[in-house]
């Protein structure tokens, strides 16, 4: 089939709840009915990464990206564009500063400063057909190394390329990898940790829907490499989609003889089975993950030994994150010197992060490693919803910290993120704003993290819970100047005792939040104030003289507390009202005040 053009749209999680399906199956429809069915291809991809403003459809060979498409478009886009050859021009993106309507996606902000490694085929081709991913230099890296290279050939391109860990430790791959080689053993294992449990990431789930045979391809050459026979990939039941096509990618991987017994006629025998985990933190941490695939409790142990000497059922298991494996056939291709010249000298590569928060544009981005915050923050993602003032940003999820205004210059590295009081984590990002409470922000990571600890060991497992309570007090106005010196003892204490790097880790949002806001911490403390206006038990809301008695507040109040006669002013009855806002954010009037 010779096709003129071919519709991109994307079907990752969030564009499909937005029914892109529907938009591809409109379209193909369409297309039939006019005899087009062989001109156009229509594909489902994976993510464009442009999350905020999808669903996406791309246009090729034109490269025509159109944005918040719906179902009902459909017909304009065949009409207009696929047949007049016309840009439909309020499905184009409008730049938010010079208002210019940009007909093409590199020319947008968002992907300027965008270089897609790990996310190199997410919005380019059909993750269910292998056919594609051949097309796109698929499983060649495979082919290249089990035909010509040895495993310790495979294992210094790996070192070359200087990539470290990004499931959060940032432990470099290929000394990895050569442990799992050293060690011999009649089994040895490959693990692919999908967990992905941060709040707000989702860099990892949208690689697997988006490119699931780049994993596939990943693990197979990992396997080569280690002398492993065997791969599992661990992901939680919560990712259908990417379960779905990773299951396929295996599938087809299989019938091609890509994966199984002598695999392209070599001696090299491989296989992949899926492991599911029911959705726990702390399953992500690689021994408890490990655990959970034998059919124990998810608990962690101690290291050493690493999984590497001694993993699943006792052999040594090489386990890797999602995206450290979307990267390395693309290494093999183009060498580790290729890969070491991109990024930092001690963090190479690119990464890539789920940005989300009070950000304009929320979407999944990757850049070179040693971009500053602040390209990533105001020029890829827009600058801060409404006109806001940037408070912070959250790095490395529940491990990780606050950075502030005066960290925005800092350039993204593992060791730059970590000297600042962060870390680089796996890659989530959350942006807040000035009404970001950063006292109500800690509590919501530590809440997080007592609900996710496993409970084995004493400091997570108390520690964390007393470190919650301290905060709900001060978030309460109750809480006292010891209460804060408390909260500093007892967070370092949990870091030095804890068993494994969620309890490590878990303190790390107050601390950061007590060394770079202390005064907010003070003010709950001292004066009995939210700053932010976000903490329910410190705010009230008051009707001044500026009320025109429109009655808008009283309509929205979802507990019927403001009374007034229309035209006159109203009154809020504190006793009944619960501070949710909704009058503050619906008087066009400034006659409520939030003290
Ligand atoms: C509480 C906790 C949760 C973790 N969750 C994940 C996860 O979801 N995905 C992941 O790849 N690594 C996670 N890790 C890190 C893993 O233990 C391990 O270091 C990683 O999978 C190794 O892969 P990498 O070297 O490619 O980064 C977690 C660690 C901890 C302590």
């Not at 309507?101 to 997410?122: D, H, S, T, V």
């Not at 490959?190 to 449990?197: K, L, Q, R």
């Not at 992901?235 to 994966?259: S, V």
Request: net charge negative.
């Amino acid at each position: 089939m010779s096709y003129k053009k071919h519709v991109l749209i994307c079907g990752g999680t969030g564009c499909l709840s937005s029914k892109s399906a529907q938009i591809s199956e409109n379209i193909k429809g369409i297309l039939k009915e006019k005899g087009m069915e062989d001109e156009v291809q229509v594909v489902l991809t994976g993510c464009f990464g442009f999350c905020e403003k999808g669903p996406i459809v791309k246009i090729m060979p034109e490269n025509t990206f159109y944005v918040e498409v719906r179902p009902e478009h459909a017909a304009r886009i065949v009409e207009e564009d696929l047949i007049k050859g016309e840009k439909i021009e309020t499905l184009l993106y409008r730049d938010p500063v010079t208002k210019e309507r940009i007909a093409e996606g590199e020319n947008m902000e968002f992907y300027k400063k965008q270089q897609r490694i790990a996310l190199r085929n997410c919005g380019l081709i059909d993750p269910e057909n292998i056919e594609e991913y051949f097309g796109n230099r698929g499983y060649q890296a495979l082919g290249k190394i089990i035909t010509k290279q040895a495993p310790q050939d495979v294992i210094n391109e790996v070192k070359l390329a200087g990539i470290r860990g990004r499931g959060g430790g940032g432990f470099p791959t290929g000394l990895k990898w050569q442990f799992a080689l050293n060690n011999e053993a009649d089994q040895k294992y490959v693990v692919c940790n999908a967990d992905e449990g941060d709040p707000g990431a989702f860099m990892d789930r949208a690689i697997l829907e988006g490119d699931p045979h780049s994993i596939v391809e990943a693990m197979a050459i990992c396997g080569y490499a280690t002398k492993a026979s065997k791969g599992l990939v661990y992901i939680r039941a919560e990712y259908p989609l990417a379960i779905k096509r990773l299951k396929k990618a295996i599938n087809d991987a299989k019938e091609y003889g890509l994966l199984g017994e002598n695999i392209l006629g070599t001696d090299f025998s491989f296989d992949i089975d899926i492991k599911y985990g029911a959705g726990a933190f702390v399953c992500g941490e690689e021994t408890a993950l490990i655990h959970s695939m034998e059919g124990e409790r998810g608990e962690p142990t101690s290291k050493p030994p690493f999984p590497a000497e001694a993993g699943y059922w006792g052999k040594p298991t090489n386990v890797n994150n999602v995206e450290t494996f979307a990267n390395i056939p693309e290494i093999i291709l183009n060498g580790g010197e290729w890969f070491k010249g991109i990024g930092t000298e001690k963090s190479s590569g690119t990464k890539v992060f789920a940005l989300a928060g009070k950000i304009n544009n929320v979407g999944l981005v990757e850049v070179p490693m040693g971009t500053k915050l602040r390209e990533v923050i105001y020029e890829i993602g827009g600058g801060i919803k409404d006109g806001k003032k940037f408070k912070a940003v959250q790095t490395g999820g529940p491990s990780g910290g606050c950075l502030t205004e005066d960290d925005l210059d800092t350039p993204i590295d593992f060791d730059t993120l970590t000297s600042k009081g962060s870390m680089m984590g796996s890659g989530g990002m959350i942006v807040m704003d000035e009404d970001d409470c950063m006292v109500a922000v800690s509590k919501f990571y530590l809440d997080f993290t007592v609900e996710e600890s496993c409970g084995k060991c004493t400091p997570c497992r108390i520690g964390n819970t007393r470190l919650y309570e301290i905060l709900d007090k001060i978030t309460k106005g109750k809480g006292t100047m010891e209460d804060l010196d408390l909260l500093r003892e007892l967070s370092e204490t949990i870091k030095d005792t804890s068993l494994c790097g969620l309890g490590q880790t878990s303190p790390n949002p107050v601390l950061s939040t007590l060394n770079k806001f202390w005064d907010e911490y003070v003010a709950h403390v001292t004066d009995k104030k939210c700053p932010a206006g976000a903490c329910s038990d410190l705010i009230q809301y008051k009707i001044n003289d500026k009320c025109i008695g429109c009655t808008a507040c009283a309509r929205v109040c979802p507990v019927s507390c403001i009374s007034g006669k229309v035209k006159e002013k109203h009154i809020i009855d504190q006793e009944k009202c619960i501070k949710c806002g909704a009058c503050y954010t619906t008087c066009k009037f400034n006659a409520i005040e939030r003290g």
